[in-house]
């Protein structure tokens, strides 16, 4: 059977039914530089594998897109979880989700604890009960997906406390956060693997020069896209400097130091996040995403694509050797895009900045948490006053009624014993 067809196609070329070959090779050539595109779009796979059996992880923003995506694969491995979530352990949705996260992971180990990271305080309770546990309680991760940004054409917000949102949520939370966790990382014992994975965004390459002062600047020139992009830098910045904070930090065994920080860009991905970015909150750019999601499935990566470096950074056994500190992006060590992320005059006014910013904040909202109790307190001594005068003029008023109607009988019964 082939050696007729191929005699024929030798001797009379090819047969009707068979695409014209400059049809056929513009086609291949089409699939082919898509197919290309979407591989090299959608990035490294993790090389590294570990089983991560008991070890105990801490995470944030565990419940959407790339943060959900390692929480998985963290679990699936016997990781224990402990997701930081806004809302409160009872809430419906994350029942359902960590019900579901612990019937496919086979891992019952997955628990979440709510905190607001868009509050200290909500950070300063959650973590000091951790480090209040006596004997420290073990602790072999931290992962930090959570971030936030605000839709471009929106206004400036801040949070309750005061703090611009993005700055509070992407960089002063993870620095409260460690900030209270560092004795309970520096207390794991010599042979811990210890991991502090700090996700990224290369918009930071783009940001501008890092002047503390300005996010409390309410005048400064702000945008959404800046504001993500300076949090994210500050966050880098922060990140190299919290490892050297940990260095120097001389062990009562006098061994060095095992916690590793790690610097992670997962890549751009289709999240809620990203979408949010993208459609701009609006219902037409919602549409528009809808009916062009090819390019958004083309040009970005899966959110489970985009976890492989966060999960590398997890699991890979060489970040072990030489310093912590290391940059990973696409599964490998890769070198800063500015300078700054390693000028220790930029790293040491932040992290005294942030400091302040913290130390200000918290005591505006004890004073101010302080003063709300007593309000309530006085407004409930008034209210129970005020219930209480109630009652008793009640109570006066019903023996007036009654003293009447006594009285009324008793004139009625003189009238009818005299007649
Ligand atoms: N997606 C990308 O293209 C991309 C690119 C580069 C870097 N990254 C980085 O990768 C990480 C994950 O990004 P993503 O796109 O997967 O994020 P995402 O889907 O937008 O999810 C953000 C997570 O942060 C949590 N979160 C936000 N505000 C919070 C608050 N006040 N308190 C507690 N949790 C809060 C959210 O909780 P709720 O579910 O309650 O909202 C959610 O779990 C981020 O650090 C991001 O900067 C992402």
Redesign the pocket.
Do not use: E, H, N
């Given at each position: 059977m082939p050696l007729p067809f191929l005699a024929s196609l030798y001797f009379d070329g090819l047969p009707p039914w068979f695409p014209d070959p400059l049809v056929a090779l513009k086609y291949t050539t089409a699939l082919g530089s898509l197919a290309l595109t979407k591989w090299y779009t959608s990035g490294r796979p993790n090389p590294s594998e570990r089983k991560l059996h008991g070890r105990v992880v801490i995470m944030?923003?565990g419940?959407?897109?790339?943060?959900a995506k390692t929480a998985f694969q963290l679990a699936s491995r016997g990781a224990q979880l402990c997701l930081?979530?806004?809302?409160p352990p009872n809430d419906p949705f994350l029942v359902d989700y960590i019900d579901d996260l612990r019937t496919r992971t086979n891992n019952q180990m997955i628990y979440a604890e709510q905190?607001?990271?868009?509050s200290l305080h909500s950070i300063r309770q959650f973590a000091t009960k951790w480090i209040d546990n006596a004997p420290p309680r073990r602790l072999d991760m931290v992962v930090l997906?959570?971030?936030?940004l605000t839709t471009p054409g929106h206004k400036r917000s801040e949070t309750e406390e005061g703090i611009e949102t993005e700055w509070m949520?992407n960089y002063l939370a993870n620095v409260h956060l460690l900030g209270i966790l560092s004795p309970a990382i520096k207390a794991q014992p010599f042979d811990r693997d210890v991991r502090i994975i700090i996700?990224?965004?290369s918009s930071y390459i783009g940001a501008p020069k890092l002047e503390p002062g300005d996010v409390t600047d309410k005048t400064r020139f702000w945008s959404p896209k800046l504001a993500y992009a300076r949090s994210?830098l500050a966050l880098m910045v922060f990140a190299k400097t919290y490892q050297k904070h940990l260095d120097a930090y001389k062990r009562p065994d006098q061994l060095p130091m095992n916690a590793r920080v790690v610097i992670v860009?997962?890549?751009?991905?289709r999240?809620?996040?990203?979408r949010r970015w993208l459609t701009r909150g609006s219902l037409l750019g919602l549409f528009l995403y809808v009916v062009f999601y090819f390019v958004a499935w083309l040009l970005l990566k899966s959110?489970n694509m985009?976890a492989q470096s966060i999960l590398f950074a997890a699991m890979d056994g060489g970040l072990l050797r030489g310093p912590g500190g290391k940059f990973i992006k696409e599964c490998m060590e890769v070198d800063f895009a500015r300078r700054d992320i390693e000028d220790e005059e930029v790293a040491k006014k932040l992290w005294e900045e942030s400091d302040k910013l913290i130390e200000k904040t918290e005591k505006a909202s004890a004073l101010r948490r302080a003063r709300e109790k007593k309000e309530k307190e006085e407004r409930e001594k008034v209210e129970e006053i005020e219930s209480l005068v109630e009652t008793i003029k009640k109570g006066k008023a019903k023996q007036g009624e009654e003293k009447k109607k006594k009285k009324k009988k008793t004139t009625t019964t003189t009238t009818t014993t005299t007649d």
């Open positions: 944030t923003g419940t959407s897109g790339i943060g930081l979530t806004r809302q905190v607001d990271l868009a997906c959570a971030a936030t949520v996700p990224t965004c994210k860009d997962p890549g751009f991905a999240t809620v996040g990203m959110p985009a």
